[in-house]
């Protein structure tokens, strides 16, 4: 299981966010990924193994973290940024989604 | 990279249906697929994955024995049958690429086929 938190997080452009995935296992680094969610749109890979940014993710995105409390930081917040975010546990057939946190202009 | 998703729409509970997704872009029999469903205002929930060769399926505890995953590599396309449907089924389902054959995280996204289930 994959717990989120904040659930909402209020922040004005330009400000550093920064969402926490904490699991009820370990859970390796190679096989945690953390995707992003505008309204209306399908989720967009952002991190995945090793914390790697996805193809076209601006370095501003950030993950850290290891065992069991995992970390998404977005450096300077752009407009664009305020969205829904989920980690995500993967590998094999133990995939779990967090319950995502809402990054809201405040 | 391109998924286009079909086959949703409102059907009874205990009814069946079958999803597809037609793939292009990349070479198809060379990847994982997964399912993963969005419940209308909710989070994501994996719903199940198969192997490039389908060799290797997994599925989430909530549709074992009610939803079978397949694909046609000769056709690319990804599919779901989904029987025995309850009211909990409905969601916008997504059909995603594995960033490998099997066990990676889900690199591309469709944009979803909304199945609703209610009499």
């Known amino acids: 299981v994959l717990t989120q938190s904040p659930g909402t997080l209020s922040l004005s452009p330009g400000e550093r966010a920064t969402l926490s995935c904490r699991a009820s296992?370990?859970?390796?680094?190679?096989?945690l990924a953390w995707y992003q969610q505008r309204p209306g749109q399908a989720p967009r890979l952002l991190i995945y193994?090793?914390?790697r940014r996805a193809t076209g993710i601006p370095d501003r995105f950030r993950a850290s973290g290891s065992g069991t409390d995992f970390t998404l930081t977005i450096s300077r917040l752009d407009p664009e940024d305020f969205a829904v975010y989920y980690c995500?546990?993967?590998?094999?057939?133990?995939?779990?989604f967090g319950g995502g946190t809402k990054v809201e202009i405040k | 990279v391109q998924l286009v998703e079909s086959g949703g729409g409102l059907v009874q509970p205990g009814r069946s249906l079958r999803l597809s997704c037609a793939a292009s872009?990349?070479?198809?029999?060379?990847?994982?697929m997964h399912w993963v469903r969005q419940a209308p205002g909710k989070g994501l929930e994996w719903v199940s994955s198969?192997?490039?060769?389908?060799?290797?399926?997994g599925y989430a505890g909530s549709v074992q024995g009610r939803f079978t995953i397949s694909r046609d590599n000769a056709k690319n396309s990804l599919y779901l049958q989904m029987n025995n449907l309850r009211a909990d089924d409905t969601a916008l389902y997504y059909c995603?690429?594995?960033?490998?054959?099997?066990?990676?995280?889900?690199?591309?996204w469709g944009q979803g086929t909304l199945v609703t289930v209610s009499s």
């Open positions: 995603t690429k594995d960033e490998g054959g099997w066990g990676g995280s889900n690199e591309h």
């Open positions: 872009g990349f070479t198809f029999h060379d990847y994982g």
């Open positions: 198969i192997s490039w060769n389908s060799d290797t399926i």
């Open positions: 296992q370990s859970v390796s680094t190679s096989y």
């Open positions: 193994g090793e914390s």
């Open positions: 995500q546990q993967y590998g094999g057939t133990s995939i779990a």
